[in-house]
Nanobody
Framework: QVQLAESGGGLVQAGGSVRLSCAAS????????MGWFRQAPGKEREFVAAISPSGGITNYADSVKGRFTISRNNAKNTVSLQMNSLKPEDTAVYYC???????????????????WGQGTQVTVSS
């Protein structure tokens, strides 16, 4: 069993930056694809970014391409999401997730992910 814990959320002004981190415990996630999803108020949860076990393959939602960067540190069992040029529409609860599949393509649908964190709130003010 894998437990995921997100951190780093908060309130930021539009145009600013936030770095989210996700720490995994229970077992190593080095063979798993890891992803970030988000859910805005009144909306369904949506894919944000995902990364392969080696970190060599990444996948991003069109809405965040060029602004967000996903990375991982397998030695520390962590995955991060650097978010730059934030917009009010990025306001959401951000969730870290782990996909035991670990292969390619790096998947973007939430039902394929096996483990989830509790989420961290990011609020972008205009």
């Amino acid at each position: 069993q894998v437990q995921l814990a997100e951190s780093g959320g908060g309130l930021v002004q539009a145009g600013g930056s936030v770095r989210l981190s996700c720490a995994a415990s229970g077992r190593t996630t080095s063979s798993y694809n890891m992803g970030w999803f988000r859910q805005a108020p009144g909306k369904e949860r949506e894919f944000v970014a995902a990364i392969s076990p080696s970190g060599g393959i990444t996948n991003y939602a069109d809405s965040v391409k060029g602004r967000f960067t996903i990375s991982r540190n397998n030695a520390k069992n962590t995955v991060s999401l650097q978010m730059n040029s934030l917009k009010p529409e990025d306001t959401a609860v951000y969730y870290c997730a782990a996909d035991r599949f670990g292969g390619v393509p790096v998947r973007t649908t939430e039902w394929t992910y096996d483990y989830w964190g509790q989420g961290t709130q990011v609020t972008v003010s205009s």
